[in-house]
């Protein structure tokens, strides 16, 4: 049996964490539709916020993108 000991994302935090890796190095700005899901995963250790206010995942939300929404292992 499996142990589940990461937090569960919402759909639309998993959908917010996939535009992340989108965008790549440009980031995403605050104050759109998905700034509480980014500040979620932000708290999380999934993305952090940059200097200039946009944010960009983190190596542990590529991977957790890459198990979750990928469907891979990372």
């Not at 964490?17 to 104050?31: E, F, I, N, S, W």
């Not at 946009?54 to 469907?71: D, F, I, N, W």
């Amino acid at each position: 049996m499996t142990q589940w000991n990461e937090p569960y994302l919402e759909t639309c935090c998993r959908s917010a964490l996939h535009r992340l890796t989108l965008v790549g190095g440009h980031g995403r700005p605050d104050g759109l539709k998905d700034g509480p899901c980014l500040a979620r995963l932000r708290g999380m250790g999934l993305a952090r916020q940059r200097e200039d206010g946009r944010y960009e995942a983190t190596a542990e939300g590529l991977a957790r993108h890459a198990r979750e929404v990928l469907k891979r292992r990372a």
